[in-house]
């Protein structure tokens, strides 16, 4: 069905056509944008329609390139995971386009950042299609393009400039390990084919899996913010609200997730890669949320919230349980998109406030916004019978049952993720005014094209995953729907246990939300005390464990130092002079030669005559 | 007595169908209306007639008059190179040369029978149909280049372009000839037969070396490549573009035939001399090119840089070098007409704008137009993902693989020098400021479509190489079993 190729066509036709006549369309950039991602949307269903059955096709759109025995074609692998991703993507995208309208409104870029909004979605599309993993890799990289194309949308803001490169930059260091994966596969298999590596895989040696493994997931570990790459991502809160809950919550950021589950058949061939992504799942996880407790930024609570969830998604598919892991990248697209989007709307109704220390009372201000945002705060939570309730205990089944220590961290990180959510809301919506007069009194509902996307998305965490997530004998609905792909994991067993695990951990998350109330609802609070380092653990967390601070004193500084040495000395005295002077020499002859060329017939003719007598000699000759 | 071969005229239906054109376009210019804007109109739909219909052709292998004339694959993929290049040439013609106040039926007409001249070499299967193939695009070409009367150095152009186009065919004559006498044909066929029961033969090897002269010549290869830069300076820019891009792939597609058909017991011979002048003809015109500030000339010296490495394909040999070598003459027309032709459509209060001083701060001005000579620029650079990348790359991957390791070093330093002089004219547009007269962009549809049409063929050409390549290799298998 070479129709899906649809899907990507149009949000790149848009982006083209915003980026070209941009100039001329100006304010009218959203009728160009948002009808291309509809067309997209309704493709992707059309699609999942197809895969609805579980049959899974492939379908090549031409030969890319051919060099030796090195065969490469454009192939889209179309089956039940790439039909999930392909609704989470446009769906979630088209809501956010439409929000976009409100959010973007009196930007003079209106135009350039829905043509990158459109490229984006093209380039994920492609991402989730790609059949082979070059393919994966150039839409990998297309993504991170797009990504840093956005948060230094605001390029004239150095801090929103030096975020895009650190984005970039960090970004490089995992695709260095996805690259050299690449490599090895191509090696190991002659082939880059997905269907065909993962019908090899079942007799690779383990060793060989492991490398290719590890390497991998050293590629998702920077695309999707896990530790110790993790450092972009709330730096990456420079960009425009809606690019944070599209790219840097819903969709790019869980490109490494997609990446692993749709490469388990290389994990599963080795135990320890299977341990490392786990365990890097689980500190990232924990090590997130903890910084989450203190943050006062509203966008980087919700940012260390997200680092945090994709940990509990790599714990699962660390844990073979890679439904749940899949289950939870969905509902976790649904919330978050929701909750930054919430959190947009809060900072466009205060006029670009972001600091929670400044809100407060904003309920019954925004009340849409407002019960939004608390359907999303408690789908994220895990609320019984809300979104997360489903997709996170399920992880947190397969990891009692897998592993009984990543299970406890992974239960102190719910009850800090329902610490940290609720502090949010309590602090930006309940407690008492803390921001100026001037702005209480501006401070506004945002217009019905913001609220919408917030009530659609709201409406999305209520139902997905009483929907599709409610576990059976053979394991929830959307665990068989995803079997044909995924293996549907073996120790999810229900009974006492279960329902014991359920009771216990709405018991964390209710105990969470009871401290978050005590800390900031039972008594009032003051501005100057909320995030003031009074201990020195608040301190530590406050600055994110010093990572940042860790990497520039341990890699940048020396790297620069050394790059500067380099520079000075080894650069402009030998490179440098053996460069100028080759180019000098060139440009001698340039000048030289030019001379022969005097104008005239006769030398011409006479030059052309002694080419021939050249010619006939050496045939003599020989 | 020699009985007289059988007439089959479908063999050169597409060449037919072009010069009829050019026929009808002399006869419409004899009655009203006087404005010759339809002239040009009639001229491209003959060319995109000839076009599809050589596609439509495409592995209805014909032969006619005792295999003087070949309508193989080899011919018809070179038919549609020329059909573009004759196409674009044409597009850019329409509005230029009204502005130039040259507007005349004979342009069109000539422009035509130079194509089928083009059409013909890229058919021929015996070395007289060369020599009439050859004839018939020349004396064409020689009359266009000195059309602009007015310019005195048009009338240089087409002066030079003769004396040393009609030295040049005495060679190719005197060659022939040779061969003749040696062999008792000039057929291709019989040649290579007669050629390989005498190997050796000094006769045939002195009349290959005359040939290489002639083909020299037209290629524009080293030692025989000084007219070009003179020629395409003064010659009108759609002339040029035109003698640029089609001339030159007819002239490669007999020079293909004749070495790798007729010579081709001799290739231990003449690949030594090709690996000789490849690597002279590509240094030679990068080099030079860097000292040059008129674009014109610059692009001379570039397209002689680039016969240097098309050349490389041709000493690599068999069907990966010369697929290659026909997969870089189609990437390579469409990004030099396109470069020529956004030259053409920047233009001087007082003339044409082709010194690299009126480009600078063009991009602040004209965006759109900078953008496209500047990825034309990045593709003759060989920067990914455009279609002069993806030619070079199979280029020297035929060489490497047969084992032309230095020719291939060669090759890619020449690539790193040619940079400099293509990356020069983008730093003028994006970042200098304007300095002097003012250049303004002359409103063209006709133009606009030209660049569009090449700027798609570079970027289809380097995103999706893998079909074009594979018909390359189709189209030149045949010739090599």
């Known amino acids: ?622 | 007595m020699i009985p007289a071969p059988p007439v089959a005229l479908g063999a050169l239906l597409p060449a037919l169908i072009v010069f009829g054109t050019g026929v009808l376009v002399l006869l419409l210019d004899l009655v009203p209306p006087r404005t010759k804007d339809h002239l040009g109109g009639v001229a491209l739909a003959g060319i995109v007639i000839a076009l599809l219909g050589s596609i439509s052709l495409w592995n209805h292998e014909t032969r006619a008059f005792r295999d003087m004339v070949l309508l193989d694959n080899y011919a018809l993929f070179f038919h549609v190179v020329i059909c573009y290049a004759a196409a674009l040439a044409v597009l850019l013609s329409i509005d230029y040369l009204r502005r130039n106040g040259v507007e005349s039926g004979e342009y069109y007409a000539l422009l035509l029978f130079s194509t089928a001249g083009m059409m013909l070499l890229a058919s021929a299967g015996d070395l007289l149909i060369v020599f009439l193939g050859i004839e018939l695009m020349s004396l064409s070409l020689y009359v266009l280049a000195g059309l602009f009367k007015m310019r005195l150095a048009s009338g240089e152009a087409s002066m030079k372009y003769f004396l040393l186009g009609a030295f040049a065919t005495g060679f190719l004559l005197y060659g022939i000839a040779l061969i003749y006498g040696a062999t008792g044909s000039t057929n291709f066929d019989r040649i290579a037969a007669a050629a390989a029961a005498r190997p050796r033969d000094t006769l045939v090897t002195i009349g290959l070396g005359l040939l290489l002269v002639g083909f020299g010549f037209k290629i524009s290869s080293v030692p025989f490549h000084m007219w070009a830069p003179d020629v395409y300076e003064g010659a009108p820019t759609s002339v040029t573009a035109l003698i640029a891009t089609g001339s030159k792939a007819a002239a490669f597609a007999a020079l293909i035939r004749v070495l790798t058909v007729a010579l081709r017991a001799a290739q231990p011979d003449w690949s030594v001399l090709l690996w000789a002048v490849a690597a002279v003809t590509m240094t030679a015109g990068n080099v030079i090119a860097i000292a040059q500030s008129n674009l014109k000339r610059m692009l001379a010296y570039s397209s002689i840089a680039h016969v240097g490495y098309m050349l490389v394909g041709l000493v690599a040999g068999g069907v990966p070098g010369a697929g290659a070598v026909l997969f870089y003459l189609l990437a390579y027309t469409f990004t030099t007409a396109g470069a020529f032709g956004a030259i053409l459509l920047v233009e001087r209060s007082d003339g044409e704008a082709v010194e690299v001083g009126d480009y600078a701060g063009l991009a602040r001005r004209h965006p759109v137009l900078a953008a496209t000579l500047g990825l034309f620029l990045l593709s003759l650079v060989g920067i990914p993902p455009l279609a002069g990348f993806v030619g070079k790359f199979y280029l020297f991957g035929s060489a490497v693989r047969a084992g032309y390791l230095w020719l291939t070093v060669i090759g890619v330093l020449n690539s790193a020098i040619a940079a400099y002089y293509y990356l020069r004219v983008i730093v003028y547009m994006y970042m200098r400021e304007p300095e002097g007269v003012e250049v303004r962009l002359v409103p063209s549809f006709a133009g606009g479509v030209a660049l569009a049409i090449a700027l798609v063929g570079i970027v289809l050409l380097g995103v999706m190489p893998a079909p074009f390549a594979d018909l390359a290799q189709v189209a030149v298998a045949p010739l090599l079993r």
């Open chain 1, 1 to 622: 069905m070479s129709t899906v190729w649809l899907i990507p066509a149009f949000p790149l036709a848009g982006a083209l056509v915003n980026m070209v006549f941009g100039r001329v369309i100006g304010r009218s950039a959203h009728w160009i944008a948002v009808p291309a991602l509809v067309a997209s949307f309704l493709g992707s269903c059309v699609v999942f329609a197809r895969v609805w059955s579980g049959q899974a096709f492939t379908t090549t759109l031409f030969t890319w390139i051919v060099a030796a025995d090195f065969e490469t074609t454009v192939v889209a692998l179309v089956d039940p995971l790439t039909g999930v991703m392909l609704l989470v993507v446009t769906g979630v995208g088209m809501l956010i386009h439409v929000y976009s309208i409100g959010y973007m409104h009196d930007d003079p870029g209106y135009a350039r950042f829905f043509a990158y909004l459109n490229l984006f979605v093209f380039s994920m599309t492609m991402l989730v299609l790609a059949g082979n993993f070059l393919l994966l890799y150039v839409f990998w990289e297309a993504v991170g393009l797009c990504s840093y194309l956005l948060i230094g949308f605001w390029y004239t803001r150095d801090s929103a400039a030096q975020a895009g490169k650190k984005a970039f930059i960090v970004n490089r260091v995992g695709d260095f390990g996805f690259g050299l994966a690449i490599m090895w596969i191509w090696i190991a298999f002659g082939t880059l084919d997905y269907v065909a590596v993962f019908k090899g895989a079942e007799t690779l040696a383990p060793a060989t899996a492991t490398g290719i493994a590890l390497l991998l997931f050293m590629g998702a570990c920077g695309k999707s913010a896990q530790v110790p790459l993790h450092v972009w991502l709330p730096d990456a809160m420079e960009g425009p609200t809606p690019v944070s809950a599209l790219i840097h919550a819903a969709t790019m950021v869980t490109a490494g997730v997609y990446m692993v589950a749709r490469s388990h058949a290389l994990f599963e061939r080795s135990t320890v890669a299977l341990d490392v992504v786990l365990w890097v799942g689980v500190i990232t996880a924990v090590f997130a949320a903890t910084i989450g407790l203190v943050q006062t930024d509203i966008k980087r609570v919700l940012a260390y919230s997200t680092v945090s969830q994709l940990g509990y998604m790599f714990a699962a598919l660390g844990l073979g349980a890679y439904t749940a892991g899949i289950f939870h990248l969905v509902t976790h697209a649904f919330f978050k998109a929701l909750l930054f989007l919430g959190a947009g709307s809060v900072i466009h109704g205060l006029h670009g406030e972001q600091d929670l220390r400044k809100m407060g009372a904003l309920a019954p201000r925004m009340r849409v916004t407002a019960m939004t945002m608390t359907i999303g705060a408690l789908g994220l939570v895990g609320f019984p019978g809300l979104a997360g309730f489903f997709s996170k205990d399920e992880i947190l089944a397969a990891a009692f049952f897998g592993s009984r220590a990543a299970w406890a961290l992974l239960l102190a990180g719910a009850f800090m993720t329902a610490f940290y959510t609720f502090r949010l809301i309590f602090l930006a919506f309940f407690t008492g005014p803390r921001m100026s007069k001037d702005v209480a009194h501006h401070a506004h509902e945002s217009p019905r094209v913001m609220t919408w996307p917030l009530i659609a998305l709201a409406a999305l965490t209520v139902v997905a995953g009483a929907a599709v997530g409610i576990p059976s004998e053979h394991g929830t609905p959307f665990a068989r729907f995803l079997s044909p792909v995924l293996p549907v994991h073996e120790g999810e067993h229900g009974g006492a246990a279960g329902v014991m695990l359920l009771v216990l951990s709405v018991i964390v998350v209710a105990a969470g939300i009871l401290l978050a109330w005590f800390m900031y609802m039972a008594a009032p609070v003051k501005a100057e005390t909320i995030g003031q380092p009074r201990t020195v653990l608040v301190r530590l967390l406050l600055n994110a464990w010093y990572v940042d601070w860790l990497y520039d004193r341990a890699i940048v500084r020396p790297l620069y130092a050394l790059s500067v040495f380099l520079a000075r000395v080894f650069d402009l005295g030998v490179i440098d002079g053996l460069v100028n002077g080759l180019g000098r020499a060139v440009v001698w002859w340039s000048a030289g030669l030019r001379r022969l060329q005097t104008g005239y017939v006769v030398n011409y003719a006479l030059t052309m005559l002694a080419g021939a007598v050249i010619f006939v000699a050496y045939f003599l000759a020989r």
